[in-house]
């Protein structure tokens, strides 16, 4: 509904694989944001992007890598997966801190053997 | 950590009751957002307070902010089944970063 989808949905991987999972968003909003969500811990945030080509480290960042060459495309890349990295991923976007709101993908659930 | 911590970490109410949830906070804050989550879905938005705003309404939704006690509170009144989800805060700093809470999940009983 919000524009913005996560691909792939589910994906079962072995430690040590790299893994990439995709952002897209057809609503051009500048910001783009990558969570992820455990039980117990709420949704912390990866890493996130305030335009192409510009990213930042959010609060769990060790681990993963983001890159964002156009405006719709935001990826997340976990270089060497390991089981503490199994976890639901959420991606978000928004226009930013005047506006205020985030509309959110529907979730990848990624489960690293 | 900045990130918000909700209170209680879980509720259950019979329809019609009124569903509260409290998040606190360490940090001065932009705004101070509130999102529901149903079982498996992403994050949907429902209401954002200012740090100079006091109390906010939406349809069933009442949110207040105490900025000098670094609170929120969530009220659902006249709860339905519907409502059954989990419920996050998110504070903005004046950046673009929001940071979420640990979340209540609330269950409404029928």
């Known amino acids: 509904d919000a524009g913005i989808t996560q691909s792939p949905r589910h994906k079962v991987t072995e430690t040590g694989t790299p893994v990439t999972l995709r952002c897209h968003q057809t609503e051009n909003h500048r910001y783009m944001y990558w969570y992820r969500q455990d039980p117990g811990h709420g949704l912390r945030l990866i890493h996130y992007?305030?335009?192409?080509?510009?990213?930042d480290k959010g609060e769990v960042s060790d681990g993963y890598s983001v890159s964002r060459s156009k405006t719709e495309d935001f990826l997340l890349t976990l270089e060497s997966a390991t089981s503490s990295q199994t976890s639901v991923y959420f991606c978000?976007?928004?226009?930013?801190?005047?506006?205020?709101?985030?509309?959110f993908g529907e979730g990848s659930r990624l489960t690293v053997l | 950590s900045q990130q918000g911590e909700e209170d209680p970490q879980a509720l259950s109410i019979q329809e019609g009751e009124n569903a509260t949830m409290n998040c606190s906070y360490k940090?001065?804050?932009?705004?101070l957002q509130w999102y529901r989550q149903n079982s498996g879905r992403g994050l949907v938005h429902l209401i954002l307070i200012r740090s100079n705003e006091r109390e906010k309404h939406s349809g069933r939704l009442r949110v207040t902010l105490d900025t000098s006690k670094k609170s929120s509170s969530l009220l659902i009144t006249a709860s339905r089944a519907a409502d059954t989800a989990s419920y996050f805060c998110?504070?903005?700093?004046?950046?673009?970063?929001?940071?979420f809470g640990t979340g209540t999940r609330l269950k409404v009983l029928a």
């Open positions: 992007s305030y335009g192409v080509k510009d990213t």
């Open positions: 940090t001065s804050i932009n705004n």
């Open positions: 998110a504070l903005n700093s004046g950046t673009y970063k929001y940071i």
């Open positions: 978000a976007m928004g226009q930013g801190a005047v506006t205020g709101e985030l509309f």
